[in-house]
């Protein structure tokens, strides 16, 4: 119990510190560009909006920041985060519900597949310690995670698109063809979710693997893998139901703790691949100085990976009684 | 003596350690003399744009008809300013943080612990993007401020945990009982044995800001006037370089990082493996100093 409130209070500092970084930015900005964009907006767009979004960027407010802080807390709360200019006048947060379920998809499959064969490949190098697979993991994938995640999507669209034209180069799916409910569609979207998918899947995977390796080495030098090799037990079972499950807990905090690493990459893999997901809706409203968007998006994201952490502490702690005994 | 001694043996009988310095050597040497290694000015766009790699154009030209091998070349001294800069300034901060929150535990040790995992689990990237989508000042020095605001927390938490571990530890209590001021005994008791991972902790800052820096300037919000790998990937991918046929434009610069990413893992690797023994790959014992332990000569 007590464990557990301890993550919910984690959970909401976090939050309302990701809130207030929200809403300071902006403030603290020399020569607040969301002025300049207001006065191009201003006569174009219905007073109540305008209201939401001067309260959200200091613009144009007579009230002390105190009072505005909390006006744009409540805001923010009841999901009113103001119009879109470059989608202009649909609201912010029916703009991004049109892009999240691609991200959703993308990011959430890859990222459960990378992180399945990493610990997978992890746990099987550690037991071959010294192994082939051992001796050309590591070195392998710390060149990987050297090169940055855009360009091994840059890499995988030259060779696999463009060169080889084995997968289509950009987007969510066939220009051409209509988004319908049909087998064909369906397909479409598949095949132009591989290369995106795979960039996520080759980046994020050397992780997973250098950290089940390490979690399993510590744990296959514990007395009870020795007892259970003395006992003559089959290889496959010490590695999986004695050594992997508790070297496999520790990596699922881990998980937690790099999903914000995935998620800044999946960003930029999405931008490279120009799929419609909130990553590349980020940085359109970026260029597009539609900064109500991109701090919704901002904030989208931050909470997307917070409750995510959250759920795998407490999946954690359901599963290890360890992390629930220490304070 | 002993020292130096020490320390060249570790680089000597680490792969890791001999292959990632020498690689840091060699970028070194260029970014200490661009000129000498760039065959021609990288800004300057006087040559037929658009071709592909020949002798005088090792890596060919760009669109606008300057020089990619020479781009690349110059371009070393940005990303190894950015390395060293952030990883030194993130190393301060997480050492200050990490170690001042164990060494003086309760409440200050909360506080900080706390602060360390909101920063740690808010994502940078976006964080980045936002602060930089304001700051119209497209400055080297904001980008700095802003890897290190987001690149101190993992260090941090790090530096914590193996300063936790010395705190009952008898050294420290002996310093504590001579009277030793906190600065004292922070600096030169808890620092000296934790060298390595704090080294560990420059290097694996100093990739995240190479990375972090690169992929700004990619989706150009760095200066995108700037001589730097991250701004030639900008403008290959503005002028399409991929489905144009120039391939290298874009490729070449990505290659680049890598090696600079790849000689900071390797390094931060190797001094983990010294910190950490455990994770030190295993030698197999050589016949023949197995015989001499044995004493059998034959």
Known sequence: MKFLLRRVGFLLIALWAALTLNFFIPRLMPGNPAQAMMAKFHGHVNPLALKALEVAFGVNTHQNLISEYFQYLGNTLTGNLGVSVSYFPLSVTSVIAKALPWSLALVGVATIFAFAIGTVLGAITAWRRGGILDNLMPPVFIVVSAFPYFWVGLLSIWLFALTLGWFPLLGGYDETATPTFTWGFIVNILWHAVLPAFTIIITSIGGWILTMRNN????????????????????????????????????????????????????????????????????????????????????????AVLVSIFISDILTAVLDPRTRVQT | ???????????????????????????????????????????AEEYIPRQGPSISHWLGTTAFGQDILSQVIVGTRQSMLIALVVGLFCTILSVLVGVSAAYFGGAIDDFLAMATDVILVIPTFPLIIVITAYAK????????????????????????????????????????????????????????????????????????????????????????????????????????????????????????????????????????ELANPALRPIRTLKLSKLSKLVGNKS
């Open chain 1, 216 to 303: 399993m080495l510590t744990v296959l030098s514990e007395d009870y893998v020795k007892m259970a090799r003395a006992k003559g037990l089959k290889n496959k079972r010490i590695i999986w139901q004695y050594a992997g499950r508790n070297a496999f807990l520790p990596n699922l905090t881990g998980f937690a703790m790099s999903l914000g690493f995935v998620i800044s990459g999946a960003i930029l893999v999405e931008y490279v691949y120009n799929y419609p997901g909130v990553g590349f809706m980020l940085l359109q409203a970026v260029v597009n100085e539609d900064y109500a968007l991109m701090q919704a998006l901002f904030l989208l994201i931050t909470v």
């Open chain 2, 1 to 43: 003596m002993n020292r130096v001694k020490k320390i060249w043996k570790f680089f000597t009988s680490s792969k890791k350690a001999a292959v990632g310095s020498l690689l840091l050597l060699a970028l070194l040497v260029v970014t200490a003399f661009p000129t000498f290694f760039a065959p021609y000015d990288p800004s």
């Open chain 2, 137 to 272: 000042a497209n400055n080297f020095w904001l980008l700095v401020l802003v890897l290190v605001i987001t690149g101190w927390s993992y260090g941090a938490r790090q530096l914590r945990v193996q300063a936790l571990s010395f705190r009952n530890r008898d050294f420290l209590q002996s310093a504590k009982a001579r009277g030793e001021s906190s600065w004292y005994v922070i600096i030169f008791e808890m620092l000296p044995p934790m060298t390595s991972l704090i080294v560990a902790n420059f290097l694996g800052a100093a990739l995240y800001a190479v990375l972090a820096a690169a992929a700004l300037q990619f989706v150009g919000l760095g200066n995108i006037n700037t001589q730097s790998w991250g701004t030639m990937l900008y403008w290959a991918q503005n002028n399409e370089a991929l489905a144009t046929g120039m391939p290298l434009w874009a490729l070449a610069p990505g290659i680049a990082i890598a090696v600079l990413g790849t000689s900071l893992a390797l390094l931060n690797y190797a001094f983990d």
